[in-house]
């Protein structure tokens, strides 16, 4: 006689949860992913407006060495053309006429208040490059300009390993790695101010009035034409 091994009817007990934990691990990797996403394309933007602004000071740039091809005398008063970033020149119009001086004072606090209006927090330096410093008045052949504006930037260090040292093209790097503040002789009115990106570029000074030497040390110059 055989005996039969009872079967156990008692139902299975079943793991609750599994599907509630699994959907919480899915939505948390949707965000992660979300986030990053969002973090690329706010970097891909900022790039851009960085880019935009930069090509915009280059544009302004152009605008001042087209300015000073239009003054005969550009080279005469290339002196008038310096201004740091501090000073605000203001000039008369020159609607009735003015001399070569008067023009290069009204092109240059015309194209300043330009630099204000069209970059956030605008301002220029215009310098004596340090290689011409040493030459006299009439040797001199090309200028320094430097625009600064703000970036709408989180992180805004000067220092070693901020981001304005990967996009600050006016920084002379030494064989070591160390940065020096570019710009002209004087660093205090020159060098990039702190919390704004630059763009540094060097410009050369058309003329249209050959200068001479007639005999003394201080140069001449002779404009032909009316």
């Given at each position: ?144 300009v ?44 020159d ?8 763009h ?27």
């Open positions: 006689m055989h005996w039969l091994t009872p079967i156990n009817t008692t139902p299975a007990q079943h793991q609750h949860g599994i599907s509630l934990i699994e959907s919480l691990v899915a939505i948390v990797v949707v965000a992660l992913g979300i986030l990053g996403v969002l973090g690329v394309q706010m970097r891909t933007l900022t790039d851009t407006s960085t880019t935009l602004r930069r090509a915009q000071a280059i544009r302004l740039i152009e605008d001042l060495g087209e300015r000073m091809r239009t003054n005969p005398s550009a080279l005469a008063n290339l002196s008038t053309y310096v201004s740091n970033f501090a000073a605000s020149p203001s000039a008369s119009s020159c609607a009735s006429g003015c001399s070569h001086a008067q023009l290069a004072a009204y092109d240059l606090a015309t194209w300043k208040k330009t630099v204000q209006e069209n970059l956030p927090m605008g301002k220029a330096s215009i310098f004596v490059p340090p290689a011409e410093s040493s030459l006299v008045a009439g040797q001199r052949r090309q200028l320094g430097m625009i600064a504006w703000r970036e709408n930037e989180r992180e805004s260090s000067t220092g070693t390993g901020g981001y304005k040292d990967d996009i600050d093209a006016t920084k002379v790097r030494a064989t070591d790695g160390t940065l020096s503040a570019g710009g002209g002789t004087d660093q205090t009115t060098a990039c101010p702190a919390d704004h990106t630059c540094l570029q060097y410009i050369p000074v058309p003329t249209r009035c050959a200068p001479y030497v007639p005999g003394a040390n201080t140069p001449l110059y002779y404009c032909p034409g009316p």
